[in-house]
Structure formats: structure tokens, C-alpha cells
């Protein structure tokens, strides 16, 4: 985590003095002629993704919201369009001449086609949603795909949000897993409350909600994601508009899709004077990994800053090193406030209270959790502390 410490502003001086060490003890080798693939093949379905797709699906949950390609790029009413398990990407050009990847509304594009009415009598206010997967003995309140004049719960909370643009709440799990995994973005506004439906998947009856871009259901025997499942609605759509979804050859000079192929080179080892003692840090993979000149003396998964708290990236220098340290940050009575005691073997690299520190709280080591800081095992952090001298360079990139 990044911590708010003022006392150690004082150590500007020696911070900027040990920064520009490193940078001329460890000099760019190499990396600037880096550069990931533009287009890949994904072996599952065999197709291939390229550009902007490419970056979309894997900045947008990939095969897990999106599903793997089912078809290569084919134009659709004069769009360029690709159709995944679970979506459809489009093109579509924008103000400044360029193109926007979008996602398709196949939500609302099959319920046009099977007839279904969006725009009918606005439902009571007062007719309150029966909550199928509470309720299983019910049957629902309303036409659930009729809009509500108003939330028939009250203020949104919790367990329940009204949306006044399509006259829908979403409840509980749905709620939850909407919000979790892209909310309107990835799924754009309820159009139907919950509702029991025949699955496409196994045939049985669950509880589902229909939205602009997706369709849910909730698997109550399942544990993951909320017990909520997404419907191919890409797969289903590629189908009923007679596309192409046959594997193609991949290419001569296309590389079969890894997430490791988009991870930037870590800086040489031979950059290092031997003997040299060097931390590297690999955000993209969470990784650190300790260095004396091209020698691996420690390595393992670490847990860095998460989103809107990203760790700095650069050439640093380690500062300064405490056994353990009370670590405190934001504004008290807000959610982001937190406070930390005895946070053990701490070791200072970068102002503004970056630091590569014990986690004794966080067992997801691997993944972005932290306000800044780089965590790792507390056994792994005191060895760390013990091995690394003041001044010890620390290289941390993506």
C-alpha cells in the first residue's frame, strides 16, 4: 500500500540522490524494440483477433464475459462486426474520424426479434417483483417486461437499484454481479425484471433477467460470480443470422493467443554489475524478483496496486527500512480510510509512502490489492529486508 507518512519528507534529498544512482547504474537494455502482437489465434475456437478487438477483449474480461471468437470480422448493415460466445464487437466511428469498438445489444435485439414488447403499460408501482430465487414457489407479480413507474422498494440500497432510463431494479445476486463485472458498460440497463426461463445451456428452468447487451441466469448450484451465469447470446445470434462459424487456418506468422505475449521483457539481468544486488518487480505477471547481478536469489508472486492505486513504475532506490511501521492513508469516516499496525519489514523506495512490505492481512498474492505498495509474504519480506541494503535498486515495470 502507498501510506501517509510525513515525517519522512525530510528524506526528499536522499531519495533523489539514490534515484539518479540507479538510473545510471541500470541503463534501458533493450526493451524500446518490444512490441505485442497485433493479432493472435485463439486455439479454442480457431479464429483470430486482431487491433482493436484484440484490445478490447482482453481489456473487457476476454473469454470470461465475452467468451472466445466464433467468427473471424464480416460486415453486418454495413458494420464491421465479430461474434464472440457471449457478445458481438462492433466498429463504429467517432466524432475525431476513428473507430470505437462497441459492444453489441443482442439482449434487445432478441427480444425484438421474438416480439416481446418493451415499451407496454407502465406496471403499478405498488406491484412489487417477486425475487424468483427466494421465491421459487411464485409466480411473478407483473409483466416483468413491462417498465415500472417507480422503484417498488424505496431508495436504492444494498440488495436493490432501480433504473428510471428502462423502469427496471436489479436485486441480490444480479445486482451484485452486474455491478462486479462491468455494470452498464458490459451489460447496458435491466429491460425485464427476474423471471423463470428455460435455459439454452441445459435445457432447465432458472431464474433470468434480460438486459440491453446480455441475458442472466442464476445457478443456485453454483459458487462463483454470485451464482450468476452469463447466456451465449453471442453464439445464439451468430446462429439465427446464419454467420459463419467454422475455424479457420491460422496463420503462417500468427501466434496462438497467451497472455504472456502482451508482457513486456524484464530488464536484462546483464545490466547489472556483477554481484550488484537488484530488485525487479513485473507488475503485468505480479512478480518480484530479487537479483544479485544476474543471479536469481529470490522469486514469487506478489500483490500490487489495484486499480486507481496503481504502483509507480520506474527506476527506484530503496530509502529507507523499518521493522515495522503503523501505516495509515485517506480521510477518516470515508471508505478509503485505513489503518494498518505493525506492518512488518518495510523498505521506503519511492516518495509518497511506496514500500515493499510484509502482508500478513492479503492471501491472494498474485493479484492487484493494494493502495500502491508491493506486498509479499511476511516470511519472504523479512528475508527480503534482511538481504537488501539501503540504496538497493528496485526496477518496476509492466
Request: hydrophobic content about 40%.
Amino acid at each position: 500500500m502507498a501510506w501517509q507518512r510525513t515525517r519522512r519528507m525530510g528524506l526528499v534529498g536522499v531519495l533523489a540522490t539514490l534515484l539518479l544512482a540507479a538510473m545510471a547504474l541500470f541503463p534501458a537494455t533493450g526493451s524500446a524494440a518490444w512490441a505485442p502482437p497485433n493479432e493472435v489465434y485463439v486455439t479454442q475456437t480457431g479464429h483470430t483477433l486482431q487491433g482493436g478487438f484484440l484490445s478490447f477483449w482482453r481489456d473487457n474480461g476476454a473469454a470470461t464475459f465475452l467468451g472466445d471468437p466464433i467468427s473471424e470480422r464480416i460486415t453486418e448493415n454495413g458494420v464491421t462486426v465479430q461474434y464472440f460466445e457471449k457478445a458481438r464487437l462492433e466498429l463504429h466511428p467517432n466524432q475525431s474520424g476513428d473507430d470505437d469498438v462497441v459492444l453489441g445489444r443482442l439482449g434487445a435485439e432478441m427480444l425484438a426479434a421474438e416480439g416481446v414488447d418493451l415499451t407496454g403499460d407502465v406496471a403499478a408501482a405498488s406491484a412489487t417483483p417477486q425475487l424468483l430465487h427466494y421465491q421459487d414457489d411464485l409466480q411473478p407479480a407483473l409483466n416483468t417486461f413491462a417498465p415500472l413507474a417507480m422503484s417498488p422498494f424505496g431508495a436504492d440500497n444494498t440488495d436493490h437499484r432501480f433504473f428510471s432510463a428502462t423502469g427496471h431494479t436489479l436485486n441480490f445476486a444480479f445486482k451484485l454481479a452486474w455491478e462486479h463485472d462491468g455494470a452498464i458498460d458490459q451489460f447496458g440497463y435491466p429491460l425485464s425484471e427476474e423471471r423463470q426461463e428455460l435455459s439454452p445451456l441445459d435445457g432447465k428452468v432458472y431464474t433470468t433477467q434480460w438486459f440491453e447487451r446480455a441475458r442472466l441466469e442464476y445457478h443456485p448450484e453454483t459458487a462463483n460470480n454470485y451464482s450468476v451465469v452469463i447466456t451465449p447470446l453471442g453464439a445464439m445470434t451468430a446462429k439465427a443470422h446464419g454467420v459463419d462459424t467454422a475455424a479457420v487456418a491460422q496463420g503462417a506468422n500468427v501466434p496462438s493467443y497467451a497472455e504472456a505475449l502482451f508482457t513486456p521483457p524484464a530488464p536484462t539481468p546483464q545490466a547489472a554489475p556483477s554481484g550488484v544486488k537488484w530488485i525487479d518487480v513485473n507488475l503485468s505477471r505480479q512478480y518480484l524478483t530479487a537479483y544479485q547481478g544476474n543471479t536469481v536469489i529470490w522469486s514469487g508472486y506478489i500483490s500490487s496496486g489495484r486499480d486507481g492505486y496503481e504502483t509507480p513504475t520506474g527506476t527506484f532506490s530503496i530509502f529507507e527500512k523499518l521493522q515495522t511501521d503503523d501505516m495509515t492513508g485517506g480521510v477518516k469516516g470515508t471508505p478509503e480510510y485505513y489503518f494498518q499496525p505493525a506492518v512488518p519489514w518495510v523498505m521506503y523506495f519511492a516518495g509518497g509512502g511506496y514500500a515493499i512490505h510484509g502482508n500478513y492481512w492479503n492471501p491472494n498474492f498474485g493479484t492487484e490489492t493494494s493502495h500502491g505498495c508491493v506486498g509479499v509474504p511476511v516470511g519472504s519480506a523479512e528475508f527480503l529486508y534482511n538481504w537488501a541494503p539501503l540504496g538497493t535498486t528496485v526496477v518496476i515495470h509492466y
